[in-house]
T-cell receptor
Framework: DAKTTQPPSMDCAEGRAANLPCNHS???????VYWYRQIHSQGPQYIIH???NNETNEMASLIITEDRKSSTLILPHATLRDTAVYYC????????????FGAGTTVTVRA | DTGVSQDPRHKITKRGQNVTFRCDPI?????LYWYRQTLGQGPEFLTY????????KSRLLSDRFSAERPKGSFSTLEIQRTEQGDSAMYLC???????????????FGPGTRLTVL
């Protein structure tokens, strides 16, 4: 799997959008970008994934650059409950089932 | 959908003892995964099952570790002769079968926190 690079931490104000960057410059054409988050003392939780088109669901939006070398996870209106470690992962769907987590970005949402 | 459950949630043991953890995946999920997470790190893959077959094992899974999924439902992870370095959170996850539309998503349990004294 390609490696990803994320900032170790970031702060965000409650009610504002949180934009979490991820670099994956060696991503292959068949690798998807996944985002998971882990709230303290809980197991990781799936957020969203995409291949090359932008994706949106009830939790977040995923913006992938045209060259696919980086992406941004957007939490549109951050709440205190969004405080967590956010992991950006790339993997090939259908052949490599395990997830390779890095250290992630610790996001702290402040009131 | 009751989610993935793990038992126990916490385990404290003395060095050299054996411990066993249980994971109950979401009903009808055919793939089951074990991960280990130490403080400040992301989860590390240990092993995965498709139904009852163990299809992949990480090099992290030394010969003191064994995992089973005898009937393709719940799974157990046993650590023999525990060492202090085994202290970690042990996470279990499961995914739905291919073709169900949600097979890309791993659902994680709350984990079992092991402390080896």
């Amino acid at each position: 799997d390609a490696k990803t690079t994320q900032p170790p931490s970031m702060d965000c104000a409650e009610g504002r959008a949180a934009n979490l960057p991820c670099n994956h410059s060696t991503i292959s054409g068949n690798e998807y970008v996944y985002w998971y988050r882990q709230i303290h003392s809980q197991g990781p939780q799936y957020i969203i994934h995409g291949l090359k088109n932008n994706e949106t669901n009830e939790m977040a939006s995923l913006i992938i650059t045209e060259d696919r070398k980086s992406s941004t996870l957007i939490l549109p209106h951050a709440t205190l409950r969004d405080t967590a470690v956010y992991y950006c992962i790339v993997r090939v769907v259908g052949s490599d089932y395990k997830l390779s987590f890095g250290a992630g970005t610790t996001v702290t949402v402040r009131a | 959908d009751t989610g993935v459950s793990q038992d126990p949630r916490h385990k404290i043991t003395k060095r050299g003892q054996n411990v066993t953890f249980r994971c109950d995946p979401i009903s009808e999920h055919n793939r089951l995964y074990w991960y280990r997470q130490t403080l400040g790190q992301g989860p590390e893959f240990l092993t995965y099952f498709q139904n009852e077959a163990q299809l992949e094992k990480s090099r992290l899974l030394s010969d003191r570790f064994s995992a089973e999924r005898p009937k393709g439902s719940f799974s157990t992870l046993e650590i023999q002769r525990t060492e202090q370095g085994d202290s970690a959170m042990y996470l279990c996850a499961s995914t739905a079968p291919d073709g169900t539309g949600r097979n890309n998503e791993q659902f994680f349990g709350p984990g079992t926190r092991l402390t080896v004294l």
